[in-house]
């Protein structure tokens, strides 16, 4: 066990599919999502679970096609004023493609 802080890139890798079929990933900060459900009217990948009252990915790796859905719902997210919560990496680069905030493609995962 390490104390070292854990990089978001790095979450979920080890059982991902190839990044061939599904370049892109969704990080998702639900211990500070806000309940909004932005996401959930904007993507056919995110609802909304009533019993906790935050948000929840059907799919955490997304092919090119999921790409836009997921963009946008990381785009309305106004959880962290505004800033979100959903975030969408290019597996390829580990850059992030939404909501990327500081407009530099880094990542911008607060825990």
Not at 20 to 38: L, M, Q
Not at 40 to 45: K, L, P, Q, R, T
Not at 85 to 95: A, G, K
Request: charged residues 30%; hydrophobic residues 35%.
């Amino acid at each position: 066990m390490t104390d070292e802080p854990v990089d978001p890139s790095e979450i979920g890798e080890r059982d991902a599919p190839p990044i061939e079929a599904k370049p892109y990933k969704v990080i998702f900060e639900a211990n500070k999502c806000i309940g909004a459900g932005r996401c959930a009217e904007v993507s056919d990948n995110w609802s909304m679970d009533i019993s906790t009252g935050i948000a929840q990915p059907e799919s955490y790796f997304l092919a090119e096609e999921e790409l836009g859905s997921n963009l946008e719902a990381a785009s309305v997210c106004p959880a962290k004023k505004d800033r979100g919560v959903i975030h969408v990496v290019d597996r390829r680069t580990d850059e992030e493609l939404a909501p990327d905030p500081e407009g530099d493609g880094t990542l911008s995962v607060d825990w």
